[in-house]
C-alpha cells in the first residue's frame, strides 16, 4: 500500500482507493500507516457517500477487527462513545448527522464481538458502553431506514446489533437486563413512524439472547400482557395518526417476536401471551 504523509489528511477520494485495493487483495494492509489510514476512515465514517461509508470503511472495519490489535481497538472505542462520534448531532431528525451515529454503533458491535473472542477489555469499560448505548437509544430521534442517493441511516437496526454483542458479553451481568429491555421496547414502541425496514427482528435479537442468558421470561411476559391497556391509554393522548404509528409498530414486533420463537420451549409462555394480546389489540 502507498506510503502516507502524517501531515497530510487523506481525502475521500485517496481513501477510497485505498480501501479499494485493501478489500480487493490487491494490497495488505499496511501496519506503518494503519493509525493515518484509520483516522482517515473514522473522519469519514459518516460520510454521505454510501459506496465510502458502507462498502469501504465498515468493510474494511469488519475485516480489520480480528487484526488490529486491542490498544487500537481500546482508543478506538473510547473514540467512538464520544461527542463526535455516537452523540454527533444526536437528538436531530432528518440531518446526515446520523450516519455518523448509526455507523459508529456498528463498530462498538464489531469491538464488543472482538472483545467476546478475546476477553480484553474490563467490565468498567462494558459497564460505561451498556450506558452509552442505553443512552444513545433514548436520544435517537432519526429513525429513517434507507435514505435514497444516501443509502442506509438504519439506527435502531445498528444500535440493535451493538447491544446484541453486549448482552452476551460475560461482563454484562443478567442483574442489568430489565434496564436493558426497558429501552429496547421503548425504542420498539415508537409513535414518531413506522418501521419498515426490519427494525422489529433486529431489536428481537438481543431480546432473544437476553432470555438465553438469564432474563426471566415473567418480565417480557409482563410487558407484552399490559400492551392493550398502554395502547388504549396512549390512543386517548396522542393523535390519530401517531396512534397507528405506535399500533403497527406494536403488531410488527409481537408477530416477529411470535415466529422467532417458534420451537423455543423456553419461550412458549410468550408465544401464548401474544396470541392474546393480538387478539385484543
Known sequence: MRTQSIEAPIKDIELKQILKEYLNGEMPWDD???????EAMMEHIGSTD??????LIYSSFFRLINILNHEKLIELLELSLSNSFLYKGIGENGTDTVFTRTFTSLLIALILYRDNQDDFLPQRTILKVKDALINYLNEENDLRGYVPDKGWAHSVAHVADAIDELVVNKKCPSELYQEILEALCRKMFSSASVYIHDEDERLITPLQAMIEHGLPVEAVKSIIDR???KLKEQKEQMNFENYMFLLANTKSF????????????????????IVTVLNKI
Open 32 to 38: 506503518k500507516s494503519e493509525s493515518h489510514i484509520i
Open 50 to 55: 454510501p459506496e465510502l461509508r458502507d462498502k
Open 254 to 273: 409481537l408477530k416477529s417476536f411470535y415466529i422467532k420463537s417458534i420451537g423455543k420451549t423456553k419461550m412458549l409462555p410468550l408465544q401464548e401471551s
Open 227 to 229: 400492551l392493550p391497556l
